[in-house]
């Protein structure tokens, strides 16, 4: 098992990708500390974990709140008795507006992608750094690589991701800490259909939302969207030992959409 004895975190996993990944850290033997702002959604997940022998605890917190970035770290080292990996999976969409933003949309925008991810990361560090050991990942986009016309502010945030992962992998990595960013293309998950169908794009308007879906499937090379799964699996390869040579990258993982 790849992670056998290994004690973490997942952010934003009662849905998607973070739920996928904590099923499957769990299967490879991971203790996971299933954090989400749907408390009940983040139980179920923990309920389905244990049903398949895993070991896992939920937290229902919304990590737009400071102190509920930051407890996370603690509550697990307390329940678990430290921690080894932390995956800060947690973004959300951003707005579309440019000209006629709303301040308010981007500070939330820039909490959720990237100041909660600072202050959890902050704390796990403390632990990390007192163990020797350790291993975070961030998830960025290929927005944060390239560009994201749906919303200029995520990529802003998504690249900000990339640069944070990367001076914290050089100045933590002779602590024994690894820090990487992984840069999904478009996943199968309720999020890519908020990024596709927005009300405040007029060339989008009235389209069907599968559709919207099926044509930025046909911007990857592979021409379709990516499983929760597909990015999951690269998440257990970064946080676990088989990247033990593997810090300061941003590693794409977008069914070629960049090629
Ligand atoms: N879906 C995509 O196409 C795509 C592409 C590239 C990158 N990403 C990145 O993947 C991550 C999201 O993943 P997903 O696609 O699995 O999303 P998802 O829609 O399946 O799940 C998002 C989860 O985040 C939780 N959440 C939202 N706000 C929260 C808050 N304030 N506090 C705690 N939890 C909160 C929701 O309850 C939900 O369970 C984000 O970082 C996103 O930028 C997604």
């Given at each position: 098992?790849?992670?056998a004895?290994?004690?973490?975190?997942?952010?934003?996993?009662?849905s998607?990708?973070?739920?996928?990944?904590?099923?499957?850290?769990?299967?490879?033997?991971?203790?996971?500390?299933?954090?989400?702002?749907?408390g009940?959604?983040?139980?179920?997940?923990?309920?389905?974990?244990?049903?398949?022998?895993?070991?896992?605890?939920?937290?229902?917190?919304?990590?737009?709140?400071?102190?509920?970035?930051?407890?996370?770290?603690?509550?697990?080292?307390?329940?678990?008795?430290?921690?080894?990996?932390?995956?800060?999976?947690?973004?959300?969409?951003?707005?579309?507006?440019?000209?006629?933003?709303?301040?308010?949309?981007?500070?939330?925008a820039?909490?959720?992608?990237?100041?909660?991810?600072?202050?959890?990361?902050?704390?796990?560090?403390?632990?990390?750094?007192?163990?020797?050991?350790?291993?975070?990942?961030?998830?960025?986009?290929?927005?944060?690589?390239?560009?994201?016309?749906?919303?200029?502010?995520?990529?802003?945030?998504?690249?900000?991701?990339?640069?944070l992962?990367?001076?914290?992998?050089?100045?933590?990595?002779?602590?024994?800490?690894?820090?990487?960013?992984?840069?999904?293309?478009p996943?199968?998950?309720?999020?890519?259909?908020?990024?596709?169908?927005?009300?405040?794009?007029?060339?989008?308007?009235?389209?069907d939302?599968?559709?919207?879906?099926?044509?930025?499937?046909?911007?990857?090379?592979?021409?379709?969207?990516?499983?929760?799964?597909?990015?999951?699996?690269?998440?257990?390869?970064?946080?676990?030992?088989?990247?033990?040579?593997?810090?300061?990258?941003?590693?794409?993982?977008?069914?070629?959409?960049?090629a």
């Amino acid at each position: 098992m790849r992670m056998a004895g290994r004690r973490g975190i997942i952010t934003a996993a009662a849905s998607g990708t973070g739920r996928a990944a904590a099923l499957m850290f769990a299967r490879e033997g991971a203790a996971v500390c299933v954090v989400d702002r749907d408390g009940d959604k983040a139980e179920a997940v923990v309920g389905d974990i244990r049903n398949a022998g895993g070991n896992a605890f939920a937290v229902g917190a919304d990590l737009s709140d400071d102190a509920a970035a930051r407890d996370i770290v603690a509550t697990t080292v307390r329940e678990f008795g430290g921690i080894d990996f932390l995956w800060n999976h947690l973004g959300i969409p951003g707005p579309a507006a440019v000209e006629d933003l709303d301040m308010a949309q981007w500070d939330s925008a820039i909490d959720l992608n990237l100041r909660s991810q600072f202050i959890t990361t902050g704390a796990a560090l403390t632990e990390m750094k007192k163990a020797h050991r350790g291993s975070i990942l961030f998830t960025s986009s290929v927005s944060g690589l390239v560009s994201s016309p749906w919303s200029p502010v995520y990529g802003a945030a998504k690249a900000g991701i990339i640069g944070l992962a990367q001076s914290l992998a050089r100045r933590y990595g002779s602590f024994g800490i690894r820090v990487n960013a992984i840069c999904p293309g478009p996943i199968d998950t309720p999020m890519l259909r908020v990024f596709v169908d927005r009300p405040d794009q007029p060339h989008t308007k009235g389209m069907d939302v599968e559709d919207l879906v099926g044509k930025v499937a046909t911007v990857t090379a592979l021409g379709r969207v990516a499983q929760p799964e597909e990015i999951a699996r690269a998440a257990l390869f970064l946080l676990s030992d088989d990247a033990s040579y593997v810090t300061g990258i941003a590693m794409p993982v977008d069914g070629g959409m960049r090629a």
